[in-house]
């Protein structure tokens, strides 16, 4: 007697493979974008800088560098972000600026202060116009398990909340990284834009998900090997057709 197909299982394994290879196709294609993004971030901080106004009319301004006469800069209120920069503790400090040929306001991350330094720029009002060098770029939200800000300082980067602090009520969702000192006269003020954050893990999850649907493949094999195609008979004289003698 023949062993039934196992359709159940098939059906099953079939779609558990179509599943998993649909999923390691998807993060191929990821991946090809992440890679696409990354050599545009490249090529935009590559060209030379150019007026806010040009670069802000660009389908992809992100990580263009920009020059921008930000007014009274050097002695600006700011709020500080707690972070790490290239592995020493300390802050930066975030300013408001509103550039004299736009007329929308930005907040500016004016560089890092390494932790220990106490001393900070003067705080005045002023309206003297500052020429800075700055990076521009899109900065998301902070995620749920971000900290609170404490008296004026930040553990996340929360442009909402920056902005409020620092009297903004519409900020641009871009931000401006300074790549030249609002207080040159002041060497613990370090001007630079933070690394592109680009994770890009998609060939090792595409990996995973292919390694699982040939691990599905073989399982499926190794059991229909196991599966006999005919019913044993118990003994000789059954297959025979006859029976046991005392």
């Not at 500080?80 to 592995?87: K, N, P, R, S, Y």
């Not at 699982?212 to 195609?229: E, M, Q």
């Amino acid at each position: 007697m023949r062993a039934r197909f196992p359709w159940g299982l098939t059906i099953v394994c079939a779609t558990t493979l179509v599943l998993l290879c649909g999923l390691g196709v998807w993060q191929v294609q990821r991946m090809q974008w992440k890679n696409g993004l990354i050599a545009q971030a490249e090529a935009a901080a590559a060209l030379p800088p150019a007026p806010l106004v040009d670069v802000l009319v660009l389908h992809e301004p992100v990580f263009r560098k920009v020059l921008i006469d930000c007014p009274g800069l050097a002695t600006a209120p700011y709020v500080e972000l707690q972070t790490i920069h290239e592995g020493q503790a300390g802050v930066r400090l975030i300013s408001a600026c509103r550039p004299t040929d736009f007329p929308a306001e930005f907040l500016i991350d004016r560089g890092f202060v390494a932790e220990g330094i106490s001393s900070r720029p003067p705080v005045a009002a002023s309206v003297v116009p500052f020429h800075v060098t700055a990076e521009l770029r899109e900065v998301p939200p902070p995620g749920p398990m971000a900290l609170p800000a404490d008296e004026g300082r930040f553990f996340a980067r929360d442009t909402q909340g920056m902005a409020r602090a620092l009297g903004v009520a519409d900020p641009d969702p871009n931000t401006l990284f300074a790549l030249t000192s609002s207080n040159p006269e002041w060497q613990a003020l370090q001007p630079s834009a933070p690394p592109a954050a680009f994770s890009n893990n998609h060939l090792g999850y595409a990996l995973t998900w292919f390694g699982l649907a040939l691990a599905v493949v073989g399982f499926y094999i190794a059991l229909l090997r196991r599966k006999p195609s005919l019913k044993q008979p118990r003994s000789t004289s059954e297959a025979l057709g006859t029976k046991d003698t005392p």
